[in-house]
């Protein structure tokens, strides 16, 4: 399900990948997309690679920590540091060990956490680039 809509000048879209990343992409494509957020991300690595290649963000939320999203694990060591993003999607997609009670953004920590271990670098300097990140998308 992909649902577009214009806010000013800025394009919103809102979208359940699994069934349409082939769609997300064509539409971001074609609407000449410059720079947005990949919302909880759990696609594969082709469809993170035309992202960035459009100019997005890959923001990852507490599936990351999921035992089951080995694959996504793999996609999220190959996303250039400067373009990395972590989120709640409050209350749900709540990351282990909390998986199945409502999500808080407190626990966007284990997304940082599980992100600097798979990248194997600390957690500090995790949360610094994502925070980094944050800041130049959505304040420069």
């Known amino acids: 399900e992909i649902g577009v809509r214009l806010v000013g000048s800025e394009m919103c879209i809102r979208d359940s990948m699994r069934d349409a990343k082939n769609d997300t992409i064509r539409i971001l494509s074609e609407e000449k997309a410059e720079a947005g957020v990949m919302h909880c991300f759990t696609g594969d690595w082709e469809t993170a690679k035309a992202a960035l290649d459009l100019g997005m963000h890959i923001s990852f939320s507490g599936i990351l920590t999921f035992n089951n999203a080995k694959p996504l694990r793999e996609v999220a060591k190959k996303i250039p540091a400067d373009r990395l993003l972590v989120e709640t ?27 600097a271990e798979i990248r194997s670098t600390s957690i500090d300097e995790m949360a610094a680039v994502t925070t980094q990140n944050f800041n130049q998308l959505f304040f420069s």
Do not use: H, I, Q, W
Not at 89 to 115: I, Q
């Open 89 to 115: 999607d409050c209350p749900y997609l709540t990351p282990m060990p909390f998986r199945g009670k409502p999500n808080s953004p407190a626990y966007t920590y284990y997304v940082v956490e599980r992100l």
